[in-house]
T-cell receptor
Framework: DAGVTQSPTHLIKTRGQQVTLRCSPKSGHDTVSWYQQALGQGPQFIFQYYEEEERQRGNFPDRFSGHQFPNYSSELNVNALLLGDSALYLC?????????????FGSGTQLSVL | KQEVTQIPAALSVPEGENLVLNCSFTDSAIYNLQWFRQDPGKGLTSLLLIQSSQREQTSGRLNASLDKSSGRSTLYIAASQPGDSATYLCAVKETSGSRLTFGEGTQLTVNP
């Protein structure tokens, strides 16, 4: 049983570019959350998708957008990249997270913005 | 706004020692609290989850306690091993929402 998978594992971009990160949830899970983790910090909640809609959003600008597909996989898009967007981006999945138990995290995508 | 604090930020101990990691949160209206382990540059692995109505959870050498009224949780690691070296994060889930609010973690090093 595959867990949460994220791609790519590493990415290097320059300021002003756009990036798309991908996540496939654990089998049986229908809810995907995205977190940003800067070096030495705890993860910060970006947003959560359920039934192909954004259900909750953290304190991130509109440059951060997402999508969930009918097969529950998800994408995180970041436009007009800034140096401060350099971080580990983590995807977490669960089943109908409103009342669920543990979150399962992927290994993350390390984004470097030069 | 919920804030989660973890003390100490870093800890170095000799192998075999018992240790306690601390987590505090400002808003006691939580649904549950989770402890995670993170190896360098990797994702998070859930270690223990405590519901707001519970006082503690145990898994092997790990024991986590929760005092919701005082806004505190502890993670106790017995007989530490070098393989326990990692960053330990606690996170709370708010009653009314679905996000996790994380602390900044405690970086643990267990020396052989």
């Amino acid at each position: 049983d595959a867990g949460v998978t994220q791609s790519p594992t590493h990415l290097i971009k320059t300021r002003g570019q756009q990036v798309t990160l991908r996540c496939s949830p654990k089998s049986g899970h229908d809810t995907v959350s995205w977190y940003q983790q800067a070096l030495g910090q705890g993860p910060q909640f970006i947003f959560q998708y359920y039934e192909e809609e954004e259900r909750q959003r953290g304190n991130f600008p509109d440059r951060f957008s997402g999508h969930q597909f009918p097969n529950y996989s998800s994408e995180l898009n970041v436009n007009a990249l800034l140096l401060g967007d350099s971080a580990l981006y983590l995807c977490a999945s669960s089943f109908n997270d409103w009342l669920s138990e543990k979150l399962f995290f992927g290994s993350g995508t390390q984004l470097s913005v030069l | 706004k919920q804030e989660v604090t973890q003390i100490p930020a870093a800890l170095s101990v000799p192998e075999g020692e018992n240790l306690v990691l601390n987590c505090s949160f400002t808003d006691s209206a939580i649904y549950n609290l989770q402890w995670f382990r993170q190896d360098p540059g990797k994702g998070l692995t859930s270690l223990l989850l405590i519901q707001s109505s519970q006082r503690e959870q145990t898994s092997g050498r790990l024991n986590a306690s929760l005092d919701k009224s005082s806004g505190r949780s502890t993670l106790y690691i017995a007989a530490s091993q070098p393989g326990d070296s990692a960053t330990y994060l606690c996170a709370v889930k708010e009653t009314s929402g679905s996000r996790l609010t994380f602390g900044e973690g405690t970086q643990l090093t267990v020396n052989p």
